[in-house]
Every structure is written in structure tokens, then in C-alpha cells.
């Protein structure tokens, strides 16, 4: 009786138990049924979520070019090598997808990856013995390119696989890497960002967004018949246009390398600007760096725009430009140069040539870069205060505003009267390059300060569209049209005249206009300045070319150049002005100013030779004096260059094509503008490097010439690599031009 009540209440028990359990669960059926929700999740979303496939759509980072369309930085698509050592992935399957034989694939692949084989071996042994599914092989299996993926892949090495991913490339180099700067890959996305340069200054418009497609599937990851496709377009990141010209700046790059490896400075910079519109259109630096290759960068900074220094004697631009604006300059006007002493200073302001050169006039003293006339200019005929405003009109208080980052401005000391001298001539007071460049495009530009830029546009990648267009702008006039043209008539005097110091400046076809600087380097141990040595200086010039209306300026400086016996230390930089100056106004087409002017001889017509025999037309350019080269095998003319009505001067080369193949001519001592003439008759493509006269050239004399054709010629001033009769003619007619053009500027 007793086991009987027992059993009933346990019964009752367990009924009520079931009856409670099957009311909550019945609940939450309807519940679930009614709501269609799961802890905040809808079932329909979470259903349509597990039958739904979705994949990234990579896009790839704007690219970076140069005015002309060439590109200086892309994504490249390269490839990182992983091994499958997990067995059970090959189960059930005819082929082995893991590495089955680590030997083998240790043996063929270390060449590839430049690898030792026993390190491939023992990360694919570690990678089987602690149960990975797959291993990489670090940086050496990593941004592999498509060659080495395809060597590879035809080596049939059971488990090896590749992983597709974009690498920030660089085409160029080093190729204005401060401008260009550099992207990597940077947080836990990975992301390709901008580090420097304009890679940084423009990261947001680089930048792309990735796309995604999702589609229906079913349990084997076939697709639906209506999938119900989403596709999310990728989007790549906008196109950078600069104002750099790939040729002018590899002129510059070359010509620096080459500075470089002779005098191995502490420092170079050098730009290249358009002085209408503040275009930059080359800029480097020394010590620079390969952005592909970026594991040992000695100098993180742009200092075209971050370096302020001394600028030495290429502030006196300035110092002239504001006396001859406030009309208180008188070139003619007589002072006593050496030493230059005021009550308010403790120790005279002396010349570079300490005993001065007697009593000479502005004129003079500003082509002799005489630190007296600058100061004697501020203190007593401009006064301090209009000078100090002179500066701060020419923007020397502050930052030009150029589109790159990291840009810093110099200061203007001058607190004493010592250092409202000192500033005359380019002491105490610092500036960066690219100061002074922005102010001297108020002399080169009639009086108008163009704001400098290196961003041309922002192109839309796909239809190539310009969305955005950097205009120029003129951010000041510190000086009106003729005082600019009295400063550029000043300053071609101290490149032509015999008591300049810019002569090593001169340009074969072009007039310059410029100054020299030869700024002391402040001692980082203490108080003054470096003066153990010849080359403890910092040597710049700034130019610009053709002098009447200059359509280039450029500033290049060279810190301590190693210089050997009696060299100075304008050698390296006027290299580098001649080099890349010369070269580009020639590639730009800009007419050589110099030409009209040759000797005292009158231009000589080209007449019709078309038609006449080879003898007769050489006979009669001969008798005028001219060179005629025959091309072609032919026996009558069938075109010349120059053509029929245009003028050539005495020694000039004609070229006289005929019929038949044209052969390679000789160019030893040929100039510039022959060599032109004949790739332009002949379609040929032209490179040249230097300038003065041909030395070397890239096809040989005598080879057959076709259309299109890769020319590459380099030239060298008369002297350095041996004078020809004909480089000495023609440098003793350039001499005798020189003079001419002295005697009608003092005539005039």
C-alpha cells in the first residue's frame, strides 16, 4: 500500500514535470513560428545568409603620373607562394593537393625563391609535424612576380599554390622619389597606404574601395536558379597627374648620379619650375632612395622644401631686385669694395676677396657677388625697414603653400643691425630651395609671384576625365615689369661678363640670367661657421633661360663636394645647371636665343636644290660655307633640312637625302641641333644626354637607318674628351659672339 502512494505521487510528479516542459517548448515553438526570430536573429535573414555566397572584388590604388601620361607608380599584381602539407585535404582525390615528396620540392624551388633548401625543408617538415594545414616561406615567398609564378606552376610540385595580391610599384626608381614618396602596406586590413610624398598628400583620392558579389546557392555551392546576384561595383582609386616631365626630371636624375659618384657631396638638391606658371617640373634630391626598395633611406625629407639654410649669395637677386624697385639703385654709381664697417657692428663686412677691388661701380660689385654692395644697398640707399618689407613681399616669412607635405619655412634674422646686413648677401637668414624659386618668378615673370604646384589634375581612372585642375596662381607682384627685367639684365652680366662670377654658367644656345651662391655651413660643435677646408661650403646657383623671356628656372645647391686639386666648387653644380638646362629647352622646343647672333656674318638662305645633282648641291652649299651630309645612295636631291627659305649660318650642317637606303652618319662633334635635324628627316626616336658636342652614339656609323629607330647620343663641352678642329672653330665663334653681345648690352 505504501509502494502504491509512493509510485502515484511520482507519477503525479513526473506528469506535471512533462505537462510544464511541454508547455514551454510548445511556447516556444509558436513563438518562433509566430515571430520568426531567434534571440534578435530573423530566421529568414539567418536561413538566406547560410545559403548565400559572397566574394570580395579587389579594386587597386590610383595611379600617380607625369604631365605627359607616363606613369610613375601603379599597383602591380604579384603573387605569394603557400605550401598544403595537411594529407587529408588530398582524401579521396586522383592527384596528391599536398606536398608529398618535401625533398623534391624543396630541391625545385629553392633557386626560385633564392632560398636554402634545407629551410624550405624544414618549414614544410615543422608545418606536417604540428598539424598546420599549410605554410609560407616569409619574405621570399612573398610579392613574387608573375614570371616567377609561372616557372613555378610548370614544375607540376604537388600542394604548392599562389595567392594573387597588389604591390605598390615604381617603375622609375629612383625618379623624384621625395615628390613620388612611397605607399605600404599598413594596419591589420593590410591596406596599401601613403607614407610620402604625394602618395601622402593625396592618399584619400588614391585610395580605392573594393567591390563584393553574393549569389544564392545551394548545399553544394551551385548557384540557384534565381540566385538573387548582388554585385557591388569595386571602385578604383582617382588618377594623379603631376606637373613633372618624365624627360627633364631623368635629365636631372642622371646629371646628379652622375655629380654624385665624381664629387660624393653631403647633400644635393636641384628643381626645375616653369616660372609662368609655377609648374614644378623636375625636383631631387641627394641622398635620395628607390621607393621599391626602401630598407635603407638615409633622408625621410623632401629638402627642396624642408631644408632651410644660409643661402649665401643668391639672396643678393633680391637685395638688387628691392633697391632698383624703390628706385634708389644706380648701377653706374661708385663704392669702395674689401670691407664695409658701421658704427652699430663690431667687426667690418668684408668680400670673398678680402682686399676688395678698389673702387668699382654696383654694377660691377653685384657681378663680382660683392657682399659690400649688398649691405652698403640696405643699410644706406634702401634703408632696413623697406627692406624687411621687400622680404616679407617676396615671401621669405613663410611657407610657399606647395601641394606636398613635410614643407617647412626659414627665418628671418634680424633682430641687430649685423643681421639686417648679413641677410643682404644671404648670411644668418635661412630659406628653402623652393623660397627662393617662388620669389624668383617675380623676376622671371615681369613681376608676378606664381604660387609653385606639382598636382597638375585628378583624373577619373576609368573615362579619364579631369575632376579636379590645379590652376596657376599669383600669390604677389613684389616688383614691377622693368624693374624684373633690369634684375635679369643685371644678373646675364654676371654669366657673360668677365668679372662674373656665373661664367662656368653659360648655356651653347641660350642666354642665362642668374647667380651664384657660396653659402659658409654653420658648425654643428659650436658657435660660427666650418672653415677647415676649400669645401666646406654650400655651392648653389640659381638660373633662368633665355634671359629676355625665360621659359625655365632652376636652383640646384651642393653641400661639400670633394673636390680634387684645382677644382672649384662651382664645377659640380654648373654641371648639373648646363647638363639639364641645355637639354631640356631643346627637348621643349624653345628657340635658341644665340643663333641670330653668330659672329659677324650675315644668315645664308637656303635655296631649291631639289632635283640637282648630289655635286652640284654640294658645291654650292660649300661655296656659302656650309657643311652638306648626303643621305642615300641616290644621284639627285630629293629634300634638304633646313628647307628651301629658311636661314643657316656659316659651318652650319645641311642635310641632302636621295634616294636609297641612309646609313648611319658619323656625329663625332656633330651639336645638338644637327643631330635633331637628322632624326627629325628620318622619324628616328632621340635620346641625349649632356651638352656641347656629340662624343658617343648608340647606332654605328655606316649601319642602314629605318623609321623609328632608338638613337641615343652624348654630347660633352669642347676640351673635356679631346678638341676636334671643329669644336675649336666653333667655341672661338661662340667667344667672339659672347664678346659682340657684351659690347651692344654696354652700347646699350
Not at 509502494?3 to 518562433?32: A, D
Not at 604548392?160 to 623624384?176: D, Q, T
Not at 575632376?467 to 657673360?496: C, F, H, M, W, Y
Not at 639627285?636 to 633646313?642: A, E
Amino acid at each position: 500500500m505504501k509502494k502504491s502512494k509512493t509510485t502515484h505521487r511520482m507519477s503525479k510528479v513526473m506528469m506535471v514535470f512533462f505537462t510544464l516542459l511541454f508547455v514551454v517548448l510548445f511556447g516556444r515553438f509558436f513563438y518562433i513560428q509566430s515571430t520568426g526570430e531567434i534571440k534578435g536573429v530573423t530566421l529568414e535573414d539567418w536561413a538566406e545568409k547560410k545559403r548565400t555566397s559572397s566574394y570580395s572584388i579587389d579594386a587597386n590604388r590610383g595611379k600617380i603620373v607625369d604631365r605627359n601620361g607616363m606613369t610613375l607608380a601603379y599597383d602591380r599584381p604579384t603573387y605569394s607562394i603557400f605550401a598544403i602539407v595537411e594529407e587529408e585535404y588530398s582524401k579521396g582525390l586522383d592527384e596528391p593537393k599536398h606536398v608529398v615528396d618535401t625533398s623534391k620540392t624543396a630541391e625545385k624551388l629553392a633557386p626560385i625563391l633564392n632560398m636554402d633548401q634545407s629551410r624550405i625543408s624544414s618549414i614544410i617538415q615543422q608545418g606536417k609535424e604540428k598539424d598546420r594545414f599549410q605554410v609560407e616561406f616569409g619574405s621570399n615567398g612573398r610579392y613574387l612576380s608573375q614570371e616567377k609564378r609561372d616557372k613555378i606552376k610548370s614544375l607540376h610540385l604537388p600542394g604548392i599554390n599562389f595567392r594573387a595580391e597588389a604591390k605598390r610599384y615604381y617603375p622609375n626608381g629612383m625618379f623624384a622619389s621625395h615628390v613620388v614618396g612611397f605607399a605600404q602596406r599598413k594596419g591589420e586590413d593590410g591596406k596599401i597606404t601613403g607614407v610620402l610624398g604625394i602618395e601622402n598628400q593625396m592618399d584619400k583620392k588614391l585610395t580605392e574601395k573594393n567591390g563584393s558579389i553574393s549569389f544564392q546557392r545551394d548545399k553544394y555551392n551551385q548557384k540557384l536558379l534565381n540566385p538573387e546576384e548582388v554585385i557591388q561595383e569595386p571602385k578604383d582609386g582617382d588618377t594623379i597627374q603631376l606637373t613633372l616631365d618624365q624627360k627633364i626630371q631623368t635629365f636631372l636624375e642622371d646629371a646628379m648620379t652622375h655629380v654624385q659618384k665624381q664629387y660624393e657631396p653631403k647633400k644635393m638638391m636641384a628643381v626645375v619650375m616653369d616660372p609662368k606658371t609655377g609648374e614644378v617640373l623636375a625636383s631631387s634630391n641627394r641622398p635620395s632612395f628607390d621607393p621599391n626598395n626602401r630598407s635603407n633611406i638615409k633622408n625621410w625629407y623632401n629638402d627642396v622644401l624642408a631644408y632651410p639654410f644660409e643661402p649665401g649669395s643668391t639672396m643678393k637677386i633680391f637685395t638688387v631686385a628691392a633697391a632698383m624697385d624703390a628706385g634708389v639703385y644706380d648701377g653706374k654709381e661708385t663704392y669702395d669694395s674689401g670691407s664695409y664697417k658701421i658704427e652699430e657692428i663690431t667687426r667690418p663686412i668684408r668680400d670673398h676677396y678680402r682686399p676688395g677691388w678698389g673702387e668699382i661701380t654696383y654694377n660691377e660689385g653685384i657681378q663680382r657677388s660683392s657682399n659690400v654692395a649688398a649691405a652698403k644697398l640696405v643699410w644706406e640707399k634702401l634703408g632696413t625697414d623697406k627692406f624687411l618689407s621687400y622680404l616679407k613681399d617676396f615671401g621669405f616669412d613663410q611657407k610657399t603653400g606647395i601641394d606636398l607635405p613635410g614643407e617647412t619655412a626659414g627665418n628671418i634674422l634680424y633682430n641687430w643691425p649685423i643681421e639686417k646686413l648679413t641677410t643682404s648677401y644671404g648670411q644668418g637668414t635661412t630659406v628653402t630651395p623652393m623660397q627662393l624659386m617662388k620669389a624668383a618668378t617675380a623676376v622671371a615673370n615681369d613681376g608676378k609671384m606664381m604660387k609653385p604646384y606639382v598636382i597638375s589634375k585628378v583624373l577619373d581612372p576609368n573615362s579619364n576625365e579631369t575632376i579636379q585642375k590645379t590652376k596657376p596662381e599669383v600669390v604677389g607682384e613684389p616688383i614691377d615689369a622693368s624693374t624684373a627685367k633690369s634684375v635679369r639684365n643685371l644678373l646675364g652680366k654676371v654669366v657673360t661678363s668677365e668679372n662674373g662670377t656665373g661664367k662656368n654658367y653659360k648655356l651653347s644656345d641660350f642666354s642665362v640670367a642668374g647667380k651664384t651662391g657660396t653659402a659658409q655651413i654653420p658648425d654643428p660643435d659650436g658657435p660660427g661657421y666650418l672653415s677647415g677646408s676649400p669645401e666646406d661650403y654650400m655651392f648653389s646657383f640659381l638660373g633662368m633661360a633665355p634671359k629676355e623671356d625665360p621659359e625655365l628656372m632652376m636652383y640646384v645647391a651642393v653641400k661639400q663636394p670633394k673636390l680634387k686639386g684645382n677644382e672649384l666648387g662651382s664645377e659640380p653644380v654648373s654641371y648639373i645647371f648646363k647638363t639639364v638646362m641645355e637639354n631640356s629647352l631643346h627637348y621643349l622646343n624653345i628657340q635658341p636665343d644665340k643663333q641670330n647672333k653668330k659672329m659677324d656674318v650675315q644668315p645664308k638662305t637656303i635655296e631649291d636644290l631639289t632635283g640637282k645633282s648630289v655635286k652640284q648641291a654640294k658645291s654650292q652649299l660649300q661655296k656659302n660655307g656650309l657643311k652638306p651630309v648626303v643621305l642615300g645612295e641616290g644621284s639627285t636631291i630629293q629634300k634638304t633640312l633646313p628647307a628651301q627659305g629658311k636661314q643657316v649660318f656659316q659651318n652650319e650642317r645641311v642635310l641632302l637625302l636621295t634616294k636609297g637606303d641612309v646609313k648611319m652618319p658619323n656625329m663625332n662633334s656633330w651639336s645638338l641641333r644637327d643631330v635633331l635635324k637628322f632624326s627629325n628627316l628620318m622619324d628616328m626616336k632621340l635620346d641625349y644626354m649632356g651638352s656641347g658636342f656629340v662624343y658617343k652614339q648608340s647606332i654605328q656609323p655606316g649601319s642602314i637607318v629605318r623609321k623609328n629607330d632608338y638613337l641615343t647620343v652624348e654630347l660633352s663641352p669642347p676640351g673635356e674628351r679631346g678638341e676636334t678642329p671643329e669644336t675649336n672653330s666653333q667655341e672661338n665663334e661662340r667667344s667672339m659672339q659672347e664678346q659682340n653681345e657684351e659690347k651692344e648690352e654696354e652700347e646699350a
